[in-house]
């Protein structure tokens, strides 16, 4: 039994959550049809929802065209069939962020960006998105922050120990942002260079969870956030060479998830935590699903390197029964 019972006899709240879908269409096409075939009443994407083939400034434009065209047409197309379907979309690290504007100018239609809002989801629970990841090991860096940066006014020295090991590890602290320089249609937007001390300059990710979007309503909160926590859900396998950005914790396998998120689930303890970004911790764990005190955290650990899609599918109301399939 568990507080939300009375509501799930009143209804059934069929929820999807997958990520790092990366564009590939014909895992939205098995993401849909299986969103048809059980009636889902939301469909939550954590980041990484663009294609990456293009570079550059094409990658920019091509992701553009990719989320008003491909993505509004798909989901169009679904919501003929499920109209009171919510899609509840996050960006992560390889979605260009100059393109984020289109959701503040609410150009998209049927589908709805969750970066840094907090919007009602169903009866006493509300979804919150978060995009940033920790400094990673690639050179788009739109979305990559420090996990503490200057804020150092954190209460656990076992926090700051685990940041500064990870730093000594090889992390990338220079890069490309995405950004609208707006000077006509063709020459809207630049990758710009960026280097450590304007990332510096982006403050941190544990500042950013001490706003009151985070904080407020812990036990009606689903909390989207495309990196996963730091030790949860994170296990990701270093490249030879350069790659690496933490401790090996066996063979070249690591830890790559946040210290700052993990530091805001356990103080604050959310109801629900949904996470992407590290695509083969559940081949290489087998878990999908933990808990961080009373918080069940959960990823889909999809790939889009296969048409595959990985899914999770569970009662909002009941993440704890959650399934992962493989469509
Ligand atoms: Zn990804």
């Not at 100018?105 to 629970?125: Q, V």
């Amino acid at each position: 039994m568990n507080i939300f019972s009375r509501k799930q006899s009143e209804k059934s709240h069929q929820t999807i959550f997958t990520a790092d879908i990366h564009g590939v269409i014909p895992q939205y096409k098995k993401l849909l049809a299986y969103a048809k075939k059980i009636k889902a009443d939301q469909i939550i994407l954590g980041g990484d929802i663009t294609p990456k083939t293009a570079r550059g400034l094409d990658l920019i434009v091509s992701q553009r065209d990719f989320l008003i065209q491909d993505l509004s047409r798909m989901f169009s197309n679904l919501k003929n069939d499920l109209p009171n379907t919510g899609i509840y979309v996050l960006f992560g690290n390889d979605d260009a962020k100059a393109n984020h504007d289109l959701f503040v100018a609410d150009e998209i239609e049927p589908y709805t960006a969750i970066h840094g809002k907090r919007l009602p989801i169903a009866d006493g629970l509300e979804i919150v998105g978060y995009s940033y990841v920790p400094m990673s090991p690639w050179g788009l860096k739109d979305w990559d922050k420090f996990d503490y940066g200057k804020v150092v006014d954190i209460s656990d020295q076992r926090l700051i120990e685990m940041n500064l090991e990870r730093m000594d590890y090889g992390i990338r602290t220079s890069g490309f942002e995405s950004k609208d320089v707006s000077k006509g249609e063709k020459e809207k937007f630049k990758l710009i260079r960026v280097g450590k001390q304007d990332l510096l300059h982006k403050g941190s990710i544990s500042f950013d969870l001490q706003s009151p979007i985070y904080l407020q309503n812990p036990e009606k909160t689903i909390f989207v956030a495309h990196a996963p926590p730091y030790g949860h859900l994170d296990v990701a396998r270093t490249s030879n060479g350069g790659g690496l950005f933490a401790k090996p914790i066996k063979d070249r396998l690591i830890h790559a998830g946040s210290v700052a998120m993990l530091e805001y689930i356990e103080k604050t303890q959310p109801f629900l935590t949904l996470h992407g970004h590290i695509h083969s911790t559940v081949k290489r764990t087998g878990e999908y699903k933990t808990n961080i005190g009373n918080t069940i955290s959960m990823t889909a650990g999809n790939s889009p390197r296969t048409n595959n899609l990985a899914i999770l599918v569970f009662d909002l109301y009941n993440p704890q029964e959650a399934q992962r399939i493989i469509l």
